[in-house]
């Protein structure tokens, strides 16, 4: 394992907007780990925030790396 693989994770970052059911638009920005499909982030966005009536966008920025923590 390289010193990279020992202290960092490979991660996404993306934008990504949604209306909630009281028609409220969302903005974030996120860094999801690069295994994840766009059907899984899609997936992870509708079930971790709250009341998310429908996404949007799903913008896929570059690619970053994140420190592991032990």
Do not use: P, Q
Not at 52 to 58: G, H, T
């Amino acid at each position: 394992m390289g010193l990279i693989d020992k202290y960092w994770n490979d991660d996404v970052i993306y934008y990504i907007e949604f209306m909630t059911i009281n028609d409220l638009k969302v903005s974030k920005v996120l860094a999801l780990n690069v295994e994840y499909s766009l059907d899984e982030v899609k997936k992870i966005i509708l079930e971790k925030f709250y009341n998310v009536k429908y996404i949007k966008c799903i913008d896929v920025w570059e690619e970053c790396l994140s420190l592991k923590f032990r």
